[in-house]
């Protein structure tokens, strides 16, 4: 529930940045103020402590951001405030980054590997996929060693599985299906 409530809040922002043209001060607003919320535990508990009230969430708000943010961003915190709903604003983010990606033409894409790549790898991964995709790639890299070796992506719903795991998990399925046919 909370995601489709996310996504609406996150259309909205959107569609108000976009009438008032400034889509590109409320994407720099967005991301300031989730780097601080994230960087932040204690202002991260203050904003989801539903025991503190509205008002005083709405101070810390003015006092935080109406200098450093437009006023539409300012005016959507203080909208979440008001109705109860700054308990989802990284729902909301998330909801509005992948909008703004969608319209700007740009696809996220997670890479697991066993090691970490050095940065003319992860150049080089970053490339192939846009040139998979015909789109801008948005790269997340991810160090896991259970693959043993080689790559998986995920762009979107697609998994390219090019990890040593999957090859012997593939030769152990056909080691096993030949054994069977042969019997």
């Given amino acids: 529930m909370s995601l489709i409530v996310a996504r609406?809040?996150?259309?909205?922002?959107?569609?108000?940045?976009?009438?008032?043209?400034?889509?590109?001060?409320?994407?720099?607003?967005?991301a300031m103020i989730e780097e601080s919320i994230e960087g932040s535990p204690?202002?991260?508990?203050?904003?989801?402590?539903?025991?503190i009230s509205a008002d005083k969430k709405d101070g810390v708000i003015n006092a935080l951001f109406e200098k450093r943010v437009h006023s539409i961003t300012l005016s959507f915190l203080r909208l979440l405030v008001q109705k109860r709903r700054e308990n989802i604003f990284p729902e909301i983010v998330d909801a509005y980054n992948r909008l703004?990606?969608?319209q700007l033409g740009v696809v996220e894409a997670v890479v697991r590997v066993a090691l970490p790549m050095s940065d003319k790898e992860e150049e080089k991964v970053k490339e192939g996929i846009e040139t998979l995709t015909g789109k801008k790639v948005q790269l997340e890299t991810?160090?896991?060693e259970s693959i043993m070796g080689g790559i998986i992506i995920r762009v979107g719903d697609m998994v390219y599985d090019g990890s040593v795991q999957h090859q012997l998990d593939s030769l152990q399925d056909r080691l096993k299906l030949s054994t069977f046919l042969a019997n």
Wanted: hydrophobic share 40%.
């Fill in 8 to 30: 609406r809040y996150a259309r909205a922002l959107n569609q108000d940045a976009a009438e008032k043209n400034a889509v590109k001060e409320v994407d720099d607003d967005i």
């Fill in 100 to 102: 703004r990606n969608e």
């Fill in 142 to 144: 991810v160090i896991d």
């Fill in 42 to 51: 204690e202002l991260r508990r203050f904003f989801t402590d539903p025991m």
